[in-house]
């Protein structure tokens, strides 16, 4: 399982990013996708998720400000981020819960100063 998260930068707060991750090595529609996140204070926690037909569910600290979505085709899942705050500094990590383990991608740092 390969998954490929890009994306990430330096923003200030209110503006916008757009997190990619490319899926390789499984049958990429039938997964549930996530996007999680970790701090050196927190431990790694659900950002969003997106099950297999398209169905997105938020963390409340991101509800209506961001928003999950798939290419079942391209085998994308994607994570667009608006009116970003300095608490969603983080490193972002993709996953799939795959084979009874979860899979992790390599992270994508993002830094939202004030």
């Known amino acids: 399982v390969q998954l490929q998260a890009s994306g990430g930068g330096l923003v200030q707060a209110g503006e916008s990013l757009r997190l990619s991750c490319a899926v390789r090595?499984?049958?990429?529609?039938?997964?549930?996708m996530g996007w999680y996140r970790q701090t050196p204070e927190k431990e790694r926690e659900l950002v969003a998720g997106?099950?297999?037909?398209?169905?997105?569910n938020y963390a409340e600290s991101v509800k209506g400000r961001f928003t999950i979505s798939r290419d079942n085709v391209r085998r994308y899942v994607w994570l667009q981020m608006n009116n970003l705050k300095p608490e969603d500094t983080a490193i972002y990590y993709c996953?799939?819960?795959?084979?009874?383990?979860?899979?992790w991608g390599r992270g994508t740092l993002v830094t939202v100063s004030s």
């Open positions: 090595g499984i049958n990429f529609r039938l997964y549930d």
């Open positions: 996953n799939v819960f795959f084979r009874g383990d979860n899979r």
């Open positions: 997106i099950t297999s037909d398209g169905t997105g």
